[in-house]
T-cell receptor, first 113, second 111 residues
Framework: ETGVTQTPRHLVMGMTNKKSLKCEQHLGHNAMYWYKQSAKKPLELMFVYNFKEQTENNSVPSRFSPECPNSSHLFLHLHTLQPEDSALYLC????????????FGPGTRLTVL | TQLLEQSPQFLSIQEGENLTVYCNSSSVFSSLQWYRQEPGEGPVLLVT?????EVKKLKRLTFQFGDARKDSSLHITAAQPGDTGLYLC???????????FGKGTTLSVSS
């Protein structure tokens, strides 16, 4: 309904697994974002892509690897994660113009065992 | 570091009561947004304010942007159980820069 979809909605993985999160936006926006939301913490911006180019990387560990093949798709590749990486991972998109109104997907609830 | 403080952090009220949530910073926002998030879902945009002193209404929700564009408030009149959720404010300190989010206010409205 919001125009931003995320798959899978839930993911359980072991620390040695490799998995990917997918985000797709149908709003014609040029910027896409990955956020991490943990309990009792503010939303943490992880990565920003504008016109497929990464413009921000907020000191995210290399075990998180983003990929943006075009303005409508964004991936987050995960490998050798830690239990503390368990969180809700949210994707958002925006026009990135004078007001950066962001539209969020439903998120992927990730549990790392 | 530009911080964005929200208060209160938690609010538990009865149906029919009024409430106000605050969002404050020592810096000036170029724009500010309010979102509502339900458990297990992503935040949903409620409103964007850009002009100092601006007031916007969305049914029983009233949003106000401070004259100096450093603070904002969300007032809910006659709260209903359906208003339960996490309310987030997010500010853009410079046009074109990434949003900074507050920690949110968790609202619980019981019938």
């Amino acid at each position: 309904e919001t125009g931003v979809t995320q798959t899978p909605r839930h993911l359980v993985m072991g620390m040695t697994n490799k998995k990917s999160l997918k985000c797709e936006q149908h709003l014609g926006h040029n910027a896409m974002y990955w956020y991490k939301q943990s309990a009792k913490k503010p939303l943490e911006l992880m990565f920003v892509y504008n016109f497929k180019e990464q413009t921000e990387n907020n000191s995210v560990p290399s075990r998180f690897s983003p990929e943006c093949p075009n303005s409508s798709h964004l991936f987050l590749h995960l490998h050798t994660l830690q239990p503390e990486d368990s969180a809700l991972y949210l994707c958002a998109s925006s026009r990135r113009d004078s007001t950066d109104t962001q539209y969020f997907g439903p998120g992927t609830r990730l549990t790392v065992l | 570091t530009q911080l964005l403080e929200q208060s209160p952090q938690f609010l538990s009220i009865q149906e029919g009561e009024n409430l106000t949530v605050y969002c404050n910073s020592s810096s000036v926002f170029s724009s500010l947004q309010w979102y509502r998030q339900e458990p297990g879902e992503g935040p949903v945009l409620l409103v964007t304010v850009v002009t100092g002193g601006e007031v916007k209404k969305l049914k029983r929700l009233t949003f106000q942007f401070g004259d100096a564009r450093k603070d904002s408030s969300l007032h809910i009149t006659a709260a209903q159980p359906g208003d339960t959720g996490l309310y987030l404010c997010a500010g853009e300190f410079q046009a074109g820069t990434a949003l900074i989010f507050g920690k949110g206010t968790t609202l619980s409205v019981s019938s």
